[in-house]
């Protein structure tokens, strides 16, 4: 959407509208949504449609501040010209359902264009509101013990239906999100483009500092450099979940193509390249990876590592028997990883009384 086509290859739509060619979604022959363009593309665009280069200024406030899921909502406009893009989608879902958890977590199951089902979960604290979003509609990488996981994979999301859920939480919290992290249902680097680009548009049209911006990976080789060279100041978080190789491909099946000490290769020249630390997340597992041999081990895989480490005590999902560690042994584990002078926090579960853990609500409604 940011160079002008000449008008011989402008197609008419609907009312006669005239849209630029790569405003057109090739694959489906749709209309590209306008949520996900920056200021200067709107701009672009307005003037295209024969309209002041001010008023891109305007449709820019009323998709990521007031909200806007069509032209007829975009009062300031003059009717004519509403009318007259009206065919052009905006590009925000439909609310299929809305689940609170007792302590605020809010789980939102959202419907895209083609009536695909998403999870997207807003985490509210007394200084954050935290929006977990989605990448793909289900995920490939099929990880032993995740919802999602079991559920298959349909497809990658766009642009605007990954910028969509972090405004569809602010606006159902009517407050400022402050942070997102790509920990919903999907594997985000196999989704680059679209993720890269939605990260661009949260954090300079919706607003969000780019460092409150988390990107989470299982890992998939190569990937991790090639998100480097896009040098986002993002906070980068690899999913461990194991402290040796077999351990790891047993919970992660995708593991046999990536060894672990490529992984951690692949995580140390990421570093290099940005400057930037990396944070490892370790899913506590009871009984499987929770002793504190494990964390002896995970500790020396991370030996040189200017790193964090974030543990995540199970949720369990019924589709398997995978158990959440006692605090005692979460504890335990926290307390060798100290010794070796690793920085380590255990994240708290929320919304863990209802479909905590990913893709368990998209389940537990039969949509998958
Ligand atoms: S844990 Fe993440 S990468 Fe693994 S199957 Fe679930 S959504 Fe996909």
Same mark, same amino acid.
């Given at each position: 959407m940011s160079a002008t086509p000449p008008l011989s290859q402008v197609p008419a739509v609907g009312n006669n509208v005239q849209i630029p060619a790569e405003m057109l979604d090739q694959s489906?022959? #749709?209309? *590209?949504?306008?949520?996900g363009a920056s200021l200067t593309q709107l701009t672009e665009w307005v003037q295209q449609q024969g309209q002041p280069a001010y008023r891109g200024r305007q449709l820019h406030g009323w998709i990521y501040q007031k909200g806007a899921r069509s032209f007829g909502d975009i009062t300031v406009f003059p009717k004519q010209w509403r009318e007259t893009v009206a065919? @052009?989608? &905006?590009? !925000?879902? *439909?609310?299929?359902?809305?689940?609170e958890a007792p302590d605020g977590t809010v789980k939102y199951l959202l419907r895209m264009a083609d009536g695909q089902i998403i999870e997207t979960v807003g985490i509210p604290t007394s200084k954050r509101l935290t929006v977990c979003v989605s990448s793909q509609v289900g995920c490939p990488m099929a990880c032993d013990f995740c919802a999602t996981g079991k559920g298959g994979f349909t497809r990658n999301l766009k642009r605007h239906e990954i910028v969509d859920q972090v405004l569809t939480v602010q606006e159902d919290f009517g407050q400022r999100v402050s942070n997102v992290v790509f920990m919903g249902m999907g594997e985000p680097l196999l989704n680059l483009e679209a993720v890269v680009e939605a990260v661009q548009s &949260?954090?300079?049209?919706?607003? &969000?500092?780019v460092r409150s911006l988390t990107i989470s990976t299982v890992g998939i080789a190569g990937r991790i450099r090639q998100l480097a060279e896009h040098q986002l100041q993002i906070t980068f978080a690899v999913s461990l979940h194991a402290s040796n190789q077999a351990l790891r491909e047993q919970l992660i099946p995708s593991a046999k193509r990536y060894p672990l000490e490529a992984l951690l290769d692949e995580c140390r020249e990421y570093v290099q390249l940005t400057g930037r630390r990396v944070t490892f997340e370790y899913i506590l597992l009871a009984g499987l990876n929770d002793l504190p041999e494990h964390a002896v081990e995970l500790a020396g895989h991370l030996r040189g590592f200017q790193t964090h @480490?974030?543990?995540i005590p199970y949720n369990p999902i019924s589709e398997v028997d995978y158990q959440r560690p006692s605090p005692r042994r979460i504890q335990d584990f926290v307390d060798v990883?100290?010794?070796?002078? &690793? #920085? @380590?926090?255990? !994240?708290r579960s929320r919304g863990l009384e209802k479909d905590a853990a990913c893709g368990q609500l998209r389940a537990s409604k039969s949509l998958v």
């Open positions: 489906k022959s #749709a209309l *590209t949504p306008l949520l065919d @052009v989608p &905006i590009g !925000r879902s *439909t609310l299929h359902y809305r689940s &949260i954090n300079q049209d919706v607003g &969000i500092g @480490v974030n543990l990883l100290q010794q070796h002078h &690793i #920085a @380590v926090s255990v !994240r």
